[in-house]
């Protein structure tokens, strides 16, 4: 239960955290992003593994261990985000986010093969419905390029076939990542939220690192520095949005399985089109395609979280469909 309301509150600051994404590449680089996004992170959670004691748990972890949560942090905060600005960057998180979401199917594959974890066939068909959301953004008159002004700005001009590229990218990237920290976590020993903050510290940690010897070159550093202030505020606050939002997913990932967190956290996609509406509807897509397309997306993760048992005690189903809802696999 508690993995499942903390799974729920990292989708509402991840969906917060998408707007302000969009907001901060409109005159900021991915570059620049990055470079405030990432080492922003590894201070705070410092402070909270130090203030809830859990600091001398790093001294008895396995090299294993560290390595994996370092190899997720890479994978997740500079090749997934830095694929996820270039996306939000070209189409807007509206376009993108459906795509992103097709991460959890590989999630789901990837905690079967090597976590032991099963498939209900309502997860198939909330797959199935994640695989139909993407689908339904291709018959969107802006997708298509039929609509004389494509979206409430002029300005806005998605660049679909980067988009794309970059959000199936980040997909790869958002959907193993999951994959690695639980693994990681289970070799704590124990089952806690504040091993979720100690793996998060590790994680953003290598990610910093590796940040920072990018900024090593010259260059660089000046391109970082060369931001704008508008950008820079966006950009600060995606960093403090995305930080409390991987803080409470390595939480929820510490006691409860991928199969169930994973999919909860894909409901962001409703946060980030409430929110985006009020913030960014000048510089996102939102027809009506747009909007079928995401809530298909969202109610396939909701089917991915339901439990077969709770559905087949609540409701009065055929004799056929309990027997269907009964299967799973392996």
């Known amino acids: ?110 905690a079967i093969i090597f976590l032991d974890e099963i498939i209900t066939s309502l997860r198939m068909f909330g797959i199935a419905l994640i695989l139909l959301g993407p689908m339904i953004l291709l018959r969107s008159p802006t997708v298509l390029g039929n609509s004389r002004q494509t979206t409430p700005s002029k300005s806005f001009k998605p660049k679909l076939v980067e988009g794309y590229a970059f959000a199936i990218l980040c997909a790869v990237a958002f959907g193993i990542s999951p994959i690695l920290i639980r693994a990681a976590l289970l070799g704590f020993g124990d089952s806690s939220v504040g091993n979720g903050i100690v793996g998060g510290l590790i994680a953003y940690l290598a990610a910093t690192v590796l940040m920072g010897i990018y900024l090593m070159r010259p260059i660089n550093l000046r391109h970082a520095r060369s931001i704008d202030g508008q950008a820079a505020k966006w950009f600060i606050l995606t960093g403090l949005f995305v930080c409390a939002s991987q803080m409470i997913r390595f939480m929820a990932l510490a006691i409860a399985p ?63 469909l309990m027997e269907f809802l009964s299967w799973d696999w392996p």
Do not use: C
């Not at 080492?39 to 090299?63: E, K, Q, R």
């Open 1 to 110: 239960m508690l993995g499942g309301l903390l799974a729920l509150l990292a989708a509402a600051t991840f969906g917060l955290n998408s707007v302000a994404i969009r907001r901060g590449v409109l005159t900021g680089t991915v570059a620049q992003g990055l470079a405030i996004t990432v080492p922003i992170a590894a201070p705070i959670f410092f402070v909270a593994t130090f203030s809830t004691g859990n600091l001398f748990v790093v001294g008895g972890l396995s090299y294993k261990t560290i390595v994996l949560l370092g190899l997720a942090g890479i994978t997740h905060f500079i090749v997934g985000r830095y694929a996820n600005y270039r996306a939000t960057k070209a189409m807007g998180a509206n376009l993108t986010g459906p795509i992103v979401s097709s991460s959890l199917i590989l999630t789901l594959i990837l």
């Open 258 to 320: 991928v199969s169930v967190v994973s999919p909860i956290i894909q409901t962001s996609g409703i946060f980030r089109t409430i929110f985006g509406w009020f913030i960014n509807r000048e510089h996102e897509v939102f027809d009506a395609w747009v909007l079928l397309g995401i809530a298909t997306s969202i109610i396939g993760a909701m089917a991915l979280t339901l439990s077969t048992e709770i559905v087949l005690t609540t409701f009065n189903l055929p004799y056929g």
